[in-house]
């Protein structure tokens, strides 16, 4: 009984290398007595055979060098016991596959990762938009709330005493200082009333457009010239954008615009005055020009008449002012502010 190490075979015969305890020798099989298939290294076997030894022996007075067994037939070659499937070789491709294994999840956990931070990135952005967008509501909920109480309120309350001034200072019962008293109080109610309907139109978000910008200031320029001499009239785009505006952007080019319509009013000695709103290459354009008397430099007239405050408001709002005026060839004031 030995273990086989190892087997070959050539045109002649069939050669076993096998172990027994610490002996090592051969076997071998003639090919023309059959051929073992079925025995693998690290088989257990039993052999019967003939011993051939090799050198030394009773002659000589000592042992035998080596020997090997000569085998008669492939019957004389029986297994008792197969190798185990546990081999180096196998250990070896096992780890080997485990290797694998664990760099292939090791990638795919490193991009699973990934994937999760940029899910969580975009999660917390989109939590963050909704969160910017759930505040614009509330704010422009309780814009319109003001918007309403100022209107309703304060707006009611204020056309209440111009009604009642007016009709007392035209009462000939009631002494002249005390009529002349209810006359300015009549005019400075229309004036606060004129001044609350502006604040209430910058306040309210239903407003917050291109469109509504420009019809506010059509109306309010047809009104502002609507008791005086001057022709007033529009060049306005009909075909405006829906392009929201925030309160403080409508709010600067109402007071520029108005402004530019009071310097008109009240210096330019004017007959004509046009009020243009251009929208060309994302550049809202608004034109105040008037065929009044001019001026002859721009620091005369901005020292009574707001011209840096005019430019200040525009340029808060990343646009920009200009005022063309040359004497006897009136003014032009020109408000540009671009979109991105």
């Known amino acids: 009984?030995?273990?086989?190490?190892?087997?070959?075979?050539?045109?002649?015969?069939?050669?076993?290398?096998?172990?027994?305890?610490?002996r090592g020798f051969m076997a071998r099989l003639e090919k023309n007595n059959g051929f073992?298939?079925?025995?693998?290294?690290?088989?257990?076997?039993?052999?019967?055979?003939?011993?051939?030894?090799?050198g030394g022996g009773w002659a000589s007075s000592r042992g035998i060098d080596y020997f090997e067994l000569l085998l008669n037939s492939a019957s004389d070659v029986r297994v008792l016991a197969r190798p185990s499937w546990w081999t180096v070789r196998h250990t070896l491709t096992v780890l080997g596959g485990m290797a694998f294994v664990i760099l292939a999840a090791s990638v795919w956990i490193i991009g699973l990762r990934r994937?999760?931070?940029?899910?969580t990135k975009r999660l917390a952005v989109e939590i963050q938009r909704r969160e910017q967008i759930e505040l614009?509501?509330?704010?422009?909920?309780?814009?319109?709330?003001?918007?309403?109480?100022?209107?309703d309120d304060l707006g009611a309350t204020l056309t209440q005493i111009r009604f009642l001034s007016a009709i007392e200072s035209a009462d000939s019962l009631v002494p002249q200082p005390t009529r002349e008293r209810l006359s300015q109080v009549s005019e400075k109610s229309r004036q606060m009333v004129t001044t609350l309907d502006e604040i209430v139109w910058?306040?309210?978000p239903?407003?917050?457009?291109?469109r509504s910008l420009a019809d506010y200031l059509r109306h309010m320029a047809a009104e502002y010239f609507r008791a005086t001499t001057i022709n007033c009239r529009f060049d306005v785009d009909k075909s405006l954008p829906l392009r929201p505006l925030t309160s403080e952007v409508r709010h600067n080019l109402f007071l520029t615009v108005r402004e530019a319509l009071n310097n008109s009013a009240k210096h330019s000695h004017a007959t004509e005055l046009w009020l243009?709103?251009?929208?060309?290459?994302?550049?809202l354009r608004i034109i105040v020009e008037d065929n009044g008397c001019g001026f002859a430099s721009e620091p005369t007239?901005?020292?009574?008449?707001?011209?840096?405050?005019?430019?200040?408001?525009?340029?808060t709002i990343g646009g920009s002012f200009v005022c063309d005026a040359r004497p006897n060839s009136g003014t032009i004031y020109r408000l540009e502010l671009p979109f991105v």
């Open 36 to 54: 073992a298939t079925d025995v693998l290294p690290g088989s257990r076997l039993d052999l019967v055979g003939v011993y051939a030894g090799q």
């Open 1 to 22: 009984q030995a273990t086989l190490v190892n087997s070959s075979a050539n045109s002649l015969e069939q050669v076993f290398e096998l172990q027994a305890g610490n």
């Open 276 to 283: 243009r709103i251009h929208w060309r290459e994302n550049i």
């Open 115 to 119: 994937q999760v931070e940029e899910r």
């Open 202 to 204: 910058a306040v309210n």
């Open 206 to 210: 239903a407003n917050d457009s291109m």
């Open 136 to 151: 614009q509501r509330a704010l422009e909920a309780e814009r319109a709330r003001i918007a309403q109480d100022l209107h």
């Open 301 to 315: 007239l901005a020292r009574g008449n707001g011209l840096v405050n005019m430019r200040q408001r525009m340029e």
